[in-house]
T-cell receptor
């Protein structure tokens, strides 16, 4: 039973436009959420995170939104650049959980 | 600071064999986690070690095991390899805390023939 879901396996966006990657979770104990980016032949790298006490966190072109009542978060990339083409993993954890649970990933292609 | 180092980068084994993968965490990081990545399944949590103790384990059979040494280096072992064990195995280290920001190595790509 997947506790973190990313229902879109892939997404294609034009350069300069907004990319929106979605993530849903089922475990209400999760209170900290992270996004990781992965290029081929490399390990995932941390991108941005959000605590459950916030509903938005912004870092440059990347913004993460959290809707706790819907158990949903999204990552917005504006403007999208070809170098953003990668697999994006949503992840969740909590203070009492001792492990980070990842979603299956969404492959983003930004077309020049 | 050096990043997380995983060796070897690539491995080819045959069914029934066993394999040991190695991970050296970032200096000062005492927590090491292992993940299996397969297409469509994302990163599946295997186990996590902290100060030589396994703190958490994922839903993998007992053929998958691991350990952590006093210098925080970690190894994972897979015995009696099956074709379905072919995957990218990723190690991540972190400083313990509520954020649990993980720093990943480049992984070991295991192919079982």
């Amino acid at each position: 039973d997947q506790q973190v879901k990313q229902n879109s396996p892939s997404l294609s966006v034009q350069e300069g436009r907004i990319s929106i990657l979605n993530c849903d979770y089922t475990n209400s104990m999760f209170d900290y959420f992270l996004w990781y980016k992965k290029y081929p032949a490399e390990g995932p790298t941390f991108l941005i995170s959000i605590s459950s006490i916030k509903d938005k966190n912004e870092d440059g072109r990347f913004t993460v939104f959290l809707n706790k009542s819907a158990k949903h978060l999204s990552l917005h990339i504006v403007p999208s650049q070809p170098g953003d083409s990668a697999v994006y993993f949503c992840a969740a954890t909590s203070k009492t959980y001792d492990k980070v649970i990842f979603g299956p990933g969404t492959s983003l292609s930004v077309i020049p | 600071k050096a990043g997380v180092t995983q060796t070897p980068r690539y491995l080819i084994k045959t069914r029934g064999q066993q394999v040991t993968l190695s991970c050296s965490p970032i200096s000062g990081h005492r927590s090491v986690s292992w993940y299996q990545q397969t297409p469509g399944q994302g990163l599946q949590f295997l186990f996590e070690y902290f100060s030589e103790t396994q703190r958490n384990k994922g839903n993998f059979p007992g053929r998958f095991s691991g350990r952590q040494f006093s210098n925080s280096r970690s190894e994972m072992n897979v015995s009696t390899l099956e074709l379905g064990d072919s995957a990218l195995y990723l190690c991540a280290s972190s400083t313990p805390g509520p954020s649990e920001k993980l720093f990943f190595g480049s992984g070991t790509q295991l192919s079982v023939l």
